[in-house]
């Protein structure tokens, strides 16, 4: 079911679970440190951390990513396989799909055109 609600084969779900080239599974990783960075800025923006931390907190979580996931692609596509798992919505899967798709096509922002940093060999907590 998932699978099909991100557009990917079951193949894809199952293989989150297993390490690939050496990296952590994937398991739903995509979808909570999106969330711990969406958290950390609307912490700050609510008064409730300082910059400092806030950027501290997502800097963290972005090593983390670039640890799990390979490519930008990667990533989402395990974002949306953890909002898929979280959501069990149809709409809302194709939405982020959608939304994914006008990104690659349409997205001009020079940030958007950065390589993928390479993972730093930090040490992953179980």
Request: hydrophobic share 35%; glycine share 10%; aromatic share 18%.
């Given at each position: 079911?998932?699978?099909?609600?991100?557009?990917?084969?079951?193949?894809?779900?199952?293989?989150?679970?297993?390490?690939?080239?050496?990296r952590?599974?994937?398991?739903?990783?995509?979808?909570?440190l999106w969330r711990a960075i969406v958290l950390s800025r609307?912490?700050?923006?609510a008064g409730y951390i300082s910059e400092e931390t806030a950027w501290k907190n997502i800097l963290k979580t972005a090593d983390y990513i670039y640890e799990i996931?390979?490519?930008?692609?990667?990533?989402?596509?395990?974002?949306?396989?953890?909002?898929?798992?979280?959501?069990?919505?149809?709409?809302?899967?194709?939405?982020?799909?959608k939304a994914f798709w006008f990104y690659k096509e349409h997205c001009d922002w020079p940030m958007a055109q950065l390589p993928w940093p390479n993972p730093k060999g930090i040490f992953m907590e179980q």
């Open positions: 079911m998932l699978g099909s609600l991100i557009e990917e084969p079951e193949e894809y779900v199952q293989q989150c679970s297993r390490s690939i080239n050496g952590q599974p994937a398991l739903l990783w995509g979808f909570d609307n912490c700050f923006a996931f390979g490519s930008f692609e990667e990533f989402h596509t395990n974002y949306r396989l953890g909002n898929a798992y979280w959501s069990r919505d149809f709409d809302t899967a194709k939405g982020r799909l």
